[in-house]
């Protein structure tokens, strides 16, 4: 039903939206509603209107809960079982009489807060800003133009015009509707599409019987229609809504919770050791005040303090470099799962091909195949040509009823370089226009009366005409759909029955054109039909008029990413709606090996039971003719069998398999609104290549963390060894509790936070996937951290007791002993950097901020060794210039021993550098 053009209200009743927007909607003709909007149908607003409205009702979006403040991000930096035990420490100092020790616990652990804070905040806002750039957008008609707009700039009185796919970006009132059903749940919880329709309902009618209305918030699952909004952002209905789900939290990531777990863990073994040192002195009769400091400096060693932050920026550069890469992350617990991904289910066409679809085959019932063959860009013009040579078209029979049929059942426009609606209908009217059919024409002379829009499931595109002679319904679709409901065919004069020997040869004329890796697309038409029956009415009364052939290259940059996926451990697998001789043809261009057994078609999916499906899987590579249901138990079946899937979508019923996936990843480009919303991570360019970069930086995130997991916890464990051995052996502690505070935040904290700056090793994509249920310590990581914390741990005690042993007062022998475990984990960031390369490698010192850290911490250690107030607060002494370098060749002793693991490592493999069975260890 479709309203005309309302007249405009008279000059005495100006549009006032204060009141007029408080109208029961829904209870209204369509045609008041165009009247108390002030606005044409056909027209739309004008530039005046919206810039008035614009600035009455502002920017259509929902009001945002505010960002975090810094209290609050203070507060939650304080709730860390970490700060617990640093504030115990502080507290039995200063019981112990040690203010000074207190004072420098209680400024350490507010430096360290105030950091984490002022990181967390930064990222935070970095990730606002990348999910600002995966912009809704509408379509609306104004100043008589159909035009696309940001959702943020539709106002009152906008006409939108929506079909399947579409989010709804306002609430609206219906003015047409053609077969139209909208999906509500996330208004009303209802889980079953809704017809819609453009009459009137009653008053009271709740949210979810109000069939003539269009809420913000919803989707379309079916059909086109128009609609006039009646209210935008906080006015609409979600947005009345929206108060209820202010306060939520983002829940952690599983990385973040596996931190979480790991400091718990720490917490309690800081605990357990606090009091094993106490029952050690209480044994050895060693005075209760001296326990008690080497017990609080135990407690202050175990506290790995610059992990949360580190984690924090982690995540947020690997959000950054990500987007520098076309991949815009919209949850966070993506960038860590896109690196242990084992299979990425993709679609073909956009992702592994251009999306630049051109019809490049003919073939008619009457005359074969002709190849389509296009001049040169801006030409507009295209041969045919046969097997005998070029055709000119108006010799070809049956050709001018086929570009009729494909320019009648098409819902796009082009007008020269503007391309508006779906690539594969643009593609059928450039090759209308260049074979010298006026488009606007054909159109004109046989206006749409009716419709029944594509629908994946279905797989064909029906439209009624009215013409001169009666009623005409043009249908296109997948070639066997179409041969289901055809009973004849078109010889250029007249119809002619089909028979099997015709049906045989049309299913091997599309065969042929699949083998090719062209999209088939096959038409029909028939004459005094109605469309109200749907596929049923149409069965045997259609009339065949030939098939057309598109192709949609691949990538050029697909092959090579591909390879690298398969090299990586990631097996991809094509998921198209293709025929599966096409998918095949394309499979085998981009690189996926698919033999016969390893395609499977959605018909032959939809027979499978679970137990079936399950074995099948392993050996997929192609799935052809797939329906968007179908995806969703590919899915299930992967996950089943153990696998983190990735899957790519772009229409309206891809969502639940987006959300079902490890990894949902949407089109940016020509994904719907429903399908972003849905997924974690929006390709800003709709290429594989862009998923496979994702997967690697995913990888440096999670080798990064890990590497900063090792270098922390080799320090953490170096220091209680070395206390307690001390004690053990008879001596006095080797450092104080605020020196080893000083390491822990001073010297680590110089290049802690640096150490996830690290760039990619090159041989991320040369690995296994990671679990990502593997925990933050894995087995590869314990021989290296074995290694690295008896090296440090002995360099510093023997330097200790070695000075003690000389007569050296015990101040100074402390102070160098700091000193020492200062340089050694200088040497040791260089360690943790990689498993297998070396750390002299030239490579390695592509991190400049890593450089810029090891240079300030030379600076920071001298001050606090020379620099008289600095040295009272943490109990050191001055030291000779001579026995500073010393100290550094002795602790080189570090590097050396790790650079000996290393070189065994690189020589056993006899490769350099290799996968060493994790992100950070071999």
């Not at 739309?44 to 403040?69: C, F, K, V, Y």
């Not at 079916?222 to 983002?250: D, H, N, Y």
């Not at 009624?464 to 004849?488: F, M, N, Q, W, Y």
């Not at 925990?775 to 070695?802: N, Q």
Request: hydrophobic share 50%; net charge neutral; proline share 6%.
């Amino acid at each position: 039903m479709t309203v005309e053009t309302a007249q405009h209200r008279r000059a005495n009743e100006p549009f006032d939206a204060r009141n007029d927007l408080a109208q029961p909607w829904h209870a209204l003709e369509a045609s008041r509603v165009l009247e108390i909007l002030d606005v044409a149908a056909t027209t739309g607003l004008s530039g005046a209107q919206i810039r008035e409205r614009r600035l009455r009702h502002g920017p259509n979006r929902l009001p945002e809960p505010p960002p975090r403040g810094l209290l609050r991000l203070v507060l939650e930096q304080l709730r860390s079982p970490l700060v617990y035990l640093l504030g115990i420490a502080a507290l039995i100092a200063l019981v112990l009489g040690h203010r000074g020790d207190a004072a420098v616990i209680a400024v350490v652990v507010a430096l360290n807060t105030a950091i984490g804070a002022l990181q967390q905040g930064r990222a935070e806002r970095a990730l606002r800003a990348l999910r600002s750039l995966v912009v809704p957008r509408a379509r609306v008609i104004r100043d008589g133009h159909e035009t696309v707009i940001s959702a943020e700039d539709v106002v009152p009185g906008d006409v939108l015009v929506v079909e399947a796919g579409d989010g709804i970006v306002a609430d609206a009132r219906l003015l047409e509707a053609a077969a139209l059903r909208v999906a509500e749940a996330a208004l009303t919880g209802e889980s079953v599409p809704v017809e819609k329709c453009v009459e009137p309902v009653d008053p009271a009618a709740a949210i979810g019987d109000r069939r003539c209305m269009l809420h913000a918030g919803t989707h379309v699952t079916a059909g086109r229609a128009r609609a006039v909004v009646v209210a935008t952002g906080a006015s609409s209905e979600i947005g009345k809504l929206a108060a209820l789900a202010e306060g939520t939290e983002r829940p952690p990531t599983p990385l973040e919770r596996r931190v979480g777990r790991f400091g718990r863990a720490v917490a309690i073994a800081a605990v357990v050791m606090f009091v094993i040192v106490n029952a050690i002195g209480a044994v050895r009769g060693l005075p209760p005040a001296e326990v008690l400091m080497v017990a609080l400096g135990q407690l202050v060693s175990m506290v790995p303090e610059g992990l949360p932050v580190a984690l924090t920026i982690a995540l947020a550069v690997g959000v950054q470099r990500m987007a520098r890469r076309n991949a815009i992350i919209r949850r966070l617990a993506a960038v860590e799962t896109l690196g242990s991904t084992t299979v990425i289910c993709t679609d073909k066409t956009g992702t592994l091909t251009r999306n630049e679809l051109r019809s490049v085959a003919l073939w008619l019932p009457g005359t074969g195949r002709l190849d389509v063959v296009h001049e040169v860009a801006g030409a507009d013009r295209a041969r045919l040509r046969s097997t005998t040579g070029t055709v000119p078209p108006s010799a070809v029979a049956g050709l001018e009823a086929l570009l009729e049929s494909a320019v009648l059942c098409n819902d796009a426009t082009v007008e020269g370089e503007t391309r508006v609606g779906d690539p594969t209908e643009t593609a059928l009217l450039i090759l209308a226009k260049e074979l010298d059919t006026d488009v606007a024409a054909v159109r004109a002379a046989a206006p749409r009366i009716a419709e029944i829009p594509f629908d994946p499931a279905a797989r064909y595109m029906a439209t009624e005409h009215r013409t001169p002679s009666g009623a005409r319904c043009h249908v296109k679709g997948a070639p066997e759909v179409i041969l289901e409901l055809c009973d004849r065919w078109f010889d250029g004069e007249r119809d002619r029955p089909l028979d099997e020997p015709m049906r045989h040869k049309v299913g091997r004329a599309a065969e042929a054109m699949g083998e090719r890796a062209l999209r088939v697309l096959a038409f029909g038409r028939a004459d005094g039909c109605a469309l109200h029956d749907g596929a049923e009415g149409l069965r045997g009364r259609l009339t065949l008029l030939g098939l057309v052939g598109q192709i949609d290259p691949p990538r050029p940059e697909v092959p090579d990413a591909v390879a690298r996926a398969r090299q990586a451990g990631i097996r991809p697998v094509m998921v198209t709606g293709d025929h599966r001789v096409t998918a095949r043809a394309i499979a085998r261009q981009v690189g996926i090996d698919a033999d016969e057994q390893g395609v499977v078609e959605g018909r032959e999916l939809a027979s499978m039971d679970e137990a079936t499906l399950d074995r099948r899987i392993e050996g997929a590579r192609v799935f052809s003719r797939v329906a968007p249901e179908h995806k969703l138990r590919i899915v299930e079946a992967l996950q089943r069998r153990g696998h983190v899937v990735a899957m790519t979508g772009d229409g309206v019923n891809d969502a639940p398999a987006l959300v079902r996936a490890d990894v949902g990843v949407a089109m940016g480009r020509t994904g719907t609104e429903v399908a972003r919303q849905a997924a974690d991570v929006v390709l800003a360019d709709d290429d594989f290549a862009t998923i496979v970069a994702a997967v690697e930086e995913g990888r440096v995130v999670r080798r990064n963390v890990e590497k900063v997991v090792l270098y922390l916890l080799s320090t953490s464990i170096a220091e209680v060894v070395v206390l307690t051995a001390a004690m053990l052996l008879g001596y006095g502690p080797p450092l104080a509790a605020v020196q080893i505070l000083w390491i822990n935040l001073v010297t680590e904290g110089t290049v802690t936070v640096n150490l996830v700056l690290d760039p990619g090793e090159g041989d991320e994509m040369r690995r296994p996937p990671v679990d990502p249920r593997a925990p933050l310590v894995g087995r590869h990581l314990l021989g290296r951290l074995a290694l690295l914390t008896s090296s440090i741990a002995a360099v510093t005690l023997l330097w200790f007791i070695g000075r003690i042993e000389s007569g050296v007062p015990a101040a100074q022998a402390r102070t160098e002993a700091f000193t020492v475990l200062a340089v050694c984990q200088w040497f040791n960031v260089l360690n943790c950097r990689s498993a297998v390369r070396s750390a002299l490698d030239p490579r390695l010192l592509a991190n400049r901020w890593l450089v810029g850290g090891l240079l300030l911490g030379n600076v920071l250690q001298a001050l606090v060794v020379y620099f008289r107030p600095l040295g009272e607060a943490f109990h050191t002494v001055p030291i000779g210039p001579a026995q500073f370098v010393l100290i550094g060749l002795v602790a080189s002793s570090v590097l050396w021993v790790e650079e000996l693991r290393k070189l065994v490592v690189r020589i056993s493999t006899r490769a350099t550098p290799v996968a060493d069975g994790g992100l950070a260890g071999a």
